[in-house]
Nanobody, 121 residues
Framework: QVQLVESGGGLVQPGGSLRLSCVASGFTLDNYAIGWFRQAPGKEREEVSWISSSGGIKAYADSVKGRFTVSRDNAKNTVYLQMNFLKPEETAVYYC??????????????WGQGTQVTVSS
């Protein structure tokens, strides 16, 4: 069955960096776009980035532009989110999600279980 497993979260100081990984199984990752989302306690889930199936198209929320970088290695069935200069307000559970298409259309149909990112001194 389709599975998405995130890892790489943890505790980091403000200004620090983390790289999240999303390992996909049960489907052909090459055919689908993947989005990264986050949800902080008491807040709505927000999309921070997405990447097309080939990796040729990427997009970011304004709040993370210039600090986060999304990438993928389809041969390893893995999508990454490099997060630099992290801020305390970015403490949240981060999720990856499979799009229904190769681009940023069609919505999301599968989600990972999430990985906790805590930015604190």
């Amino acid at each position: 069955q389709v599975q998405l497993v995130e890892s790489g979260g943890g505790l980091v100081q403000p200004g620090g960096s983390l790289r999240l990984s999303c390992v996909a199984s049960g489907f052909t990752l090459d055919n689908y776009a993947i989005g990264w989302f986050r949800q902080a306690p008491g807040k709505e889930r927000e999309e921070v980035s997405w990447i097309s199936s080939s990796g040729g198209i990427k997009a970011y929320a304004d709040s993370v532009k210039g600090r986060f970088t999304v990438s993928r290695d389809n041969a390893k069935n893995t999508v990454y989110l490099q997060m630099n200069f992290l801020k305390p307000e970015e403490t949240a559970v981060y999720y990856c999600s499979k799009r229904r298409t190769s681009l940023c259309v069609g919505g999301n149909d599968y989600w990972g279980q999430g990985t906790q990112v805590t930015v604190s001194s």
